[in-house]
């Protein structure tokens, strides 16, 4: 079940079925006790990519050297500056970590029980 938590409208989904969630709009997926498939897809355009990567350069900014970033700009030397940025330490090693420890595995599947998971976090 999806709903779109704005106006908290369930749609019941059938085998085949889509919903279309436009860029960042809220929504919660509730599986009920069956075998559900999820395929989520992102379409960029240009000015959505751009945006995508000031977003991430101005989190980078604040989070890794505490300054507050005041430009959204996708054009322009801002723009280019927090491109070259946003790459250069995108790929740094201390980003792949706090990755990983965000992405901490909890559960496993249980080999015996076809259903059933184990924790890995006691």
Known sequence: ML???SYRVPYDL??????????????????????NISLTLDFLTEPIRRAQIVTLANG??????GWQPHSRSV???PYWTKAVLQKA????????????ARRAVEFRLDRAAP????????
Request: hydrophobic content about 35%; glycine content about 8%; proline content about 7%.
């Open 89 to 100: 330490l995108r790929n740094g090693s201390w980003i792949r970590q706090a990755r990983l």
């Open 3 to 5: 709903y779109d938590t």
């Open 14 to 35: 059938e085998p085949g079925q889509m919903v279309y969630s436009p860029t960042n709009a809220p929504h919660r997926v509730e599986n009920e006790d069956c075998l």
């Open 60 to 65: 980078l900014l604040r989070h890794r050297f």
């Open 75 to 77: 054009q322009g030397p």
């Open 115 to 122: 259903g059933a998971v184990v924790d890995l976090i006691t």
